[in-house]
């Protein structure tokens, strides 16, 4: 634990946690834009910047990275980091002056419009980074990469080709602040040629990264729900069987043994496809059957078979 | 040969004083790029030639740069009991006139530089003496160089084998006393104790910052992990800068032995060396240097007995000027895009690959071998109170003798422009002078006084830096100039912090307006404001100091840029 004062308030924080963390826990504001709970500190956005005095040396820090030590000294208000951050905001509405998180940021802090002196562009994309944070951390398929230096750095897929790794799970789209990326889930359509037609089946495309996915079909309801690469890589990546996938998350009804009714006969134990269900002993000669629903693929052939009717 | 006990140094160091003043002639050629770039690899080639051809007993070796690079291609002569030539500029056309001097034993006069009667390589040690008795009358015309104003003023510490030793021999590196400092170490030393010495010395990075390299390694040394590593930063981005490219095609050794040092002291058993991978011929000297010592024994397991263990690793990058920065460079070194990463953590405490690590520029590991064999207090005494040493400092832009020189810290920039720059060379007065590479402060004559000091020029608005020094004539304009810097900027910053990329991208929009002719009073004021939040909110010094350049010639320089806003009623 590491005791140390923020805005003149003492405060308590984890060992490990940074000032961002600390500040959030007590209810302090601060403002970010490239921060996540589920990904690394970045410290790219320079907006949650606070003065830290650490042994009578005071410094300008993004909050984000820096270690909640014991006793530091933070003002997230002072003039200085006010003077930092109003430039930073006024630079992101030179960027983005039509990106709602932007604006919405600046008329909190009173900022109208960038000074006129700067430039303007008119892009979308921050560059906060957590689209690409997101596919390399969490998803682990770096699909996507910053790509360019300098001052013409974009988000992108290799090459500006195809983004060969990306699964289209649209973590990116999910993650993005300010709404540039978009998932789209496209109904089946017909392609049709002289020679007849041929159904396309659902789709998802990620125009930004050149990719189209298949959709897997729920085989019970009949609905689209996920792009196949994704369980693919799901299936690979956390060992589940093949089959798991077949049915969608609100399709998904486990098979429930009434033990009153069960034998411990295990037949449905051989007939179950891929192993899910097991005897379980229950003492003495008792034995009844039990569903793993780690790897119940919800088939329900148990179900059919069983012939004292005791899975539902 | 392989040796293992720190007394086998002798013999290879009497092979090396055999090959460095040879029964025989021996010819050099100063073969590092800027050689190389006047026509040094043809002479080099030609002299070869013609030595066979006319069976001349001589040996040809290409060796380093001496710092005379505005003389370029530069051979030396050195013959038997007589002092050592240097001849420059040698083109090819007058390699048959060099060398039928050499067989008669005259001297090309108006070519001949210098003359070394004796090499003074290092203080507190006998010189390396090549003439005995009197100098002949022939030679007598030639000015020995310590009694020349190029030589007399510097205080070769670092650079003392540029120019002399072969860089792709490691004999003659031991000639001259290398790896005497390792064997003193590994012998005598304490690992505290180097670092003692070292803090005693009040070494301060030669790279930018100027963070006292002590402190570092004891943060180091006092870090916990099972494996640390030494990390020499041979980046060297920028522009107009070639010191460290020239070290390293000279003198080699020296920093593997720097580094060998600073590995025992701060508990390392390997290391790294990032090079800019646009040094192809240094590179390649790098890596036969680090060979040769690895064969010696100087490198490797069981170092000279001693059972410390070091290797070495030369990794190539790419040349950005932001993997300079410490923390980049280790994220380029991981195969990660060169980023700065946030710091805490510092890299003495989790460095490259999460371990605790010390990143050293090249000219600083450089010192090291002086300062063990020497002493920290004999280092001290070199330089100013706060700034202890020598510095490489590269001359550059308008000076009549481009080239490198190496000074005591505390030496006025006048007097290195008057002495070695030898003035603007176009007749014209100097306007105005950048210390520190692109991200210092451009500086006016008015401050020509000030010392090389990390403190003055600091305190001016400045750095010390890797030890660039730009000179600009009155001819330059200084809008221009800021242009120039801002551009470079929007080109090599990464792009991470948006305090940097969207400000220097908006720098560079202020200053095009104000070229065009309609930049506003208004324009400058947002300068000043974004100036000094960048160097706040910034993640990285590049981005911290990107605005440096425009600021400082705004303030030095401010009718020149004043006289180019938009007039009221224009």
Known sequence: MATLKINGKKITAPEGATILEAAREHDIKIPTLCSNEALKPYGACRLCIVEVTKNGRTTIETSCTYPAEDGLEVKTESPRVAEGRKLVIELYLARCPNVKIIRQLAEEYGIKESAPQMGKDNDYCILCGLCVRACNEVVKAGAIQFAGSGINKIVDSPFHKTAEDCVACGSCAFICPTGIIKKNDLPSTSQCTPEGCTQTGAQREILNWQVEHKLKVCTKCGNPYAPEPHLTKITRQYYFLPEFFNICPSCRQYPVVDEDKCLGCGGCMEACPIGALELEDKGGYDKKAHVFTGNCTACHTCEDYCPMKAIS | ?570
């Open chain 2, 1 to 570: 040969m392989k040796i293992n006990r720190a007394s086998d140094l002798s013999k290879i160091k009497k092979q090396g004083l055999e090959l460095l003043s040879p029964a025989t002639t021996r010819i050099t050629v100063g073969s590092a790029t800027c050689g190389l770039a006047k026509g040094a690899g043809k002479v080099l080639e030609a002299l070869k030639y013609e030595v066979k051809k006319k069976k001349i007993q001589a040996e040809v070796v290409a060796v380093g740069c001496n710092g005379l690079c505005y003389a370029e291609p530069i051979v030396e002569v050195i013959q038997p009991g007589k002092p050592r030539i240097t001849y420059g500029p040698v083109t090819v056309e007058r390699v048959g006139e060099l060398l039928k001097a050499i067989k008669t034993g005259k001297v090309v006069q108006d070519l001949a530089l210098a003359r070394h009667d004796e090499e003074a390589y290092c203080p507190n040690i006998a010189p390396l003496k090549y003439a005995k008795g009197k100098v002949p009358a022939a030679l007598s015309g030639i000015k020995e160089y310590r009694k020349q104003d190029f030589f007399k003023n510097q205080l070769k510490l670092v650079s003392k084998n540029a120019g002399t030793i072969s860089p792709s021999r490691i004999e003659e590196y031991i000639a001259l006393d290398g790896y005497k400092a390792l064997a003193k170490v590994l012998t005598e030393m304490k690992p505290e104790d180097v670092i003692k010495e070292v803090t005693v010395s009040k070494l301060r990075g030669r790279g930018g910052a100027g963070f006292p390299t002590g402190l570092k390694w004891q943060a180091c040394r006092s870090a916990a992990g099972d494996k640390k590593y030494i990390v020499c930063n041979g980046s060297e981005g920028d522009p107009e800068i070639g010191m460290h490219r020239s070290f390293l095609e000279s003198d080699p050794q020296a920093i593997i032995e720097g580094m060998a040092i600073a590995g025992y002291a701060v508990g390392a058993e390997a290391g790294y060396i990032y090079v800019n991978d646009r040094y192809v011929v240094a590179l390649e000297r790098l890596e036969e240097a680090i060979r040769q010592a690895e064969q010696t024994g100087l490198l490797g397991s069981n170092i000279l007995g001693s059972g410390l263990s070091f290797s070495l690793k030369v990794k190539r990058g790419g040349g950005a000027y932001v993997c300079g920065e410490e923390t980049a460079l280790l994220n380029a070194l991981e195969g990660l895009s060169g980023e700065p990463r946030p710091r805490p953590p510092y890299p003495a405490q989790q460095g490259l690959f999460g371990k605790p690590t010390v990143v050293n520029n090249i000219e600083t590991l450089a010192n090291i071998p002086l300062i063990a064999l020497h002493g920290g207090k004999w280092f001290a005494k070199i330089g100013t109170a706060s700034s202890t040493g020598t510095k490489i400092v590269a001359l550059s832009g308008a000076v009549a003798q481009p080239g490198w020189v190496e000074v005591p810290l505390g030496t006025p920039v006048k007097a290195i422009i008057e002495t070695f720059g030898k003035g603007t060379g176009t007749g014209k007065k100097v306007k105005a002078f950048q210390t520190g590479g692109p991200s210092g402060g451009v500086l006016p004559a008015s401050l020509l006084n000030i010392k090389l000091d990390y403190d003055q020029l600091t305190k001016a608005g400045s750095l010390l830096g890797s030890g660039g020094l730009l000179v600009m004539d009155e001819g330059t304009d200084m809008l221009d100039m800021a242009k120039f810097l801002t551009d470079f900027f929007a080109e090599e910053t990464c792009g991470k912090c948006s305090t940097c990329r969207e400000g220097v991208k908006r720098l560079q929009e202020i200053i095009d307006s104000i070229m065009q002719g309609y930049g506003t009073k208004e324009h400058l004021n947002l300068v000043k404001r974004m100036a000094a939040a960048m160097s706040d909110t910034a993640a990285c010094a590049l981005g911290k100091t990107a605005a440096v350049p425009f600021l400082s010639v705004l303030k030095h320089f401010p009718k020149e840029v004043e006289g180019k806003l938009l007039r009221k009623g224009a």
